[in-house]
C-alpha cells in the first residue's frame, strides 16, 4: 500500500481528480484540513479565542502543523500543488520539509511558477502540470505501467 500525502492549495479539487483517477491502484491519500474556515479558527476554536489576529492565526497554524507534519512523516510519496490563484507560502514549506525528510516530492504547478518555485522544482522528483500527471506517476510507481 502506497502512502501519498495531498499538500497545497485548497481551493480547486486538484485531490478529489488525483484520488478518482488512483482507485483501485492500492494508494492512501491523506491531505490537510481544506474547510479553510475549520483551517484558520481550529487554534481558537479548541484553546480560545485571541483577540489578537495574529495569535489567533498562529494558533492555527500551530495546531494545523501537527496534522501536516504526522501526513509528510508517513507518506512514501508527497504531492504538493501550487495553484493560480494565492501564494502558497505553507505549500513552499510542506516542500522542503518533504525534501529535507527524504520524501519522494512531486510538485504539482503552472508553467507561470516555473521561474518562482525552481529551487523548489529542483528538490523534487517530478514536476507535474496536471493532476492527471500526477495520477500516471503514481500509477507507474505502483504498476509500472506507461498511459495509452
Not at 49 to 58: C, G, M, S, T
Not at 69 to 74: P, Y
Not at 77 to 95: H, T
Request: proline letters at 3%.
Amino acid at each position: 500500500m502506497l502512502s501519498v500525502y495531498l499538500s497545497g492549495e485548497i481551493h480547486t479539487d486538484w485531490r478529489d481528480e488525483i484520488a478518482q483517477g488512483a482507485d483501485g491502484m492500492g494508494i492512501v491519500f491523506n491531505a490537510p484540513v481544506t474547510d479553510h474556515g475549520a483551517s484558520d479558527d481550529c487554534g481558537v476554536n479548541i484553546l480560545g479565542a485571541e483577540d489578537d489576529k495574529y495569535w489567533h492565526d498562529h494558533k492555527g497554524a500551530m495546531v494545523n502543523a501537527i496534522r501536516t507534519r504526522k501526513g509528510i512523516e508517513e507518506a512514501d510519496v508527497v504531492v504538493v500543488r501550487f495553484g493560480d490563484k494565492y501564494k502558497q507560502w505553507n505549500a513552499a514549506f510542506d516542500a522542503g520539509y518533504a525534501a529535507a525528510l527524504g520524501k519522494s516530492l512531486i510538485i504539482l504547478q503552472p508553467a507561470e511558477h516555473d521561474h518562482a518555485l525552481k529551487e523548489v522544482n529542483a528538490a523534487a522528483l517530478a514536476v507535474a502540470r496536471t493532476p492527471d500527471q500526477v495520477v500516471a506517476i503514481l500509477r507507474y510507481v505502483v504498476e509500472g505501467t506507461l498511459p495509452g
